[in-house]
């Protein structure tokens, strides 16, 4: 039986992952003109004979800065950071440090990676400046406060020969405490919830696939990189829209509560202007929500179909998707009912305009008459 201590990590990479939200959508084309850095754009690689069709629509932007190593412990970083810029106003900046040794001691480095915030507070510098650079084609640039952080341990060849079964099952309490960045021993409970997450492609590769991290055996992981790099961006895109979302419902419901409610709404220009910024809330929500949501297309590869549904079960990117659909059906109802309120005060106005304006014309009569 196999140890994580006498397993042995030939070839390695630690994929550190940020994703930050910088504004409503972003103009590719635009940006890749204010970009001088290297840029290309971003696809995924198929295994075996998947169709062509499976691909980001559109494809994000790659830009590729060349900068210092930083050191994280006894490693250091790649001379190179990777940014994606995605259309729907996501960006992801990755980090890659190289590793080799036993398999035990990426314990040590995840619980560094998770404690330490060099490497965030690098990536907040390198976002901002693309910003400034990108800003004209960015729409409602802003670089919001909130961020997801993922990491992708990745291991090309042991420096024996290793089958996936024999490294998932009988390291599984090593696997278990990398993946949540744990230094002691975590239950058996924990432990199988933990690795339960796995997708395979062929007989010598395996994805285990956790909430905050995954560990890759494979020597081809390029595109499944790709697609948890994407899920954890589209996470952070769902959550950025819920307190979007948030807002509007307060606003809404400040909207209803004025002056005690529907009955004593009596200023139609404030309410137009309300209903409009409520309108605008909800507008942008929804196009931002199926921007993202179709920004992946999931047809044609099963098995990168596979990985996006394990990240998305760990993500519970469906619950997220509900929640934010009753919102937005929430919204629009509280809108409706604001909208007709209003309609019919309008009305009501008008029916008294007419009526005074038929006994004015009255008494007009009956004056020029005496």
């Not at 970083?77 to 992801?92: M, P, W």
């Not at 991290?213 to 790099?229: C, G, I, Q």
């Not at 106005?349 to 007009?364: A, Q, R, T, Y």
Request: hydrophobic residues 45%; charged residues 25%.
């Amino acid at each position: 039986m196999s140890s994580a201590r006498n397993l042995v990590v030939k070839r390695g990479e630690v994929h550190v992952l940020f994703a930050y939200d910088v504004g409503l959508s972003i103009d590719l084309a635009r940006s890749k003109q204010h970009i001088t850095d290297l840029t290309e754009v971003a696809e995924i690689k198929h295994r075996g004979h998947a169709p062509r069709y499976f691909q980001f629509d559109p494809p994000p932007l790659r830009v590729t800065q060349k900068v210092s190593s930083i050191q994280i412990d006894a490693h250091t970083t790649k001379a190179a950071v990777e940014v994606l810029v995605y259309d729907f106003g996501g960006v992801s900046v990755a980090y890659e440090i190289p590793f080799e040794g036993p398999l035990e001691d990426l314990v040590r480095l995840s619980c560094e990676l998770a404690s330490s915030t060099v490497l965030r507070e690098d990536s907040l510098e390198r976002v901002q400046a693309l910003l400034a650079v990108i800003e004209p084609a960015v729409n409602k640039a802003a670089i919001a406060p909130l961020t997801e952080d993922y990491t992708i341990f990745l291991v090309e060849e042991f420096q024996r020969d290793v089958a996936p079964d024999e490294l998932v099952t009988q390291n599984a309490s090593t696997i278990a405490r990398i993946l949540r960045s744990e230094t002691d021993e975590l239950s058996e409970q924990e432990t199988v919830e933990a690795v339960s997450n796995r997708v395979s492609f062929g007989t010598r590769d395996v994805a285990v696939i956790d909430w905050n991290a995954a560990l890759l055996y494979d020597k081809e992981s390029e595109d499944t990189r790709a697609v948890l790099e994407f899920a954890n961006l589209q996470l952070l895109e769902l959550r950025f829209l819920d307190e979007e979302l948030d807002r509007a419902l307060d606003r809404s419901y400040e909207l209803i509560g004025k002056r005690g409610g529907f009955a004593s709404l009596r200023m139609p220009g404030e309410t137009r202007k309300e209903l409009g910024r409520v309108a605008r809330l909800q507008v942008d929500s929804a196009i931002l929500f199926e921007r993202v949501n179709n920004a992946l297309k999931l047809l044609g590869d099963q098995y990168l179909a596979r990985v996006y549904r394990a990240a998305s079960q760990r993500y519970r990117l469906h619950e997220w998707n509900t929640t934010l659909l009753r919102k937005l059906e929430t919204i629009e109802n509280i809108y409706d009912k604001v909208h007709d309120q209003s309609a019919g005060f309008r009305m009501e106005m008008l029916e008294w305009i007419i009526v005074i304006l038929f006994v004015v014309d009255i008494v007009l009569v009956l004056f020029q008459g005496h």
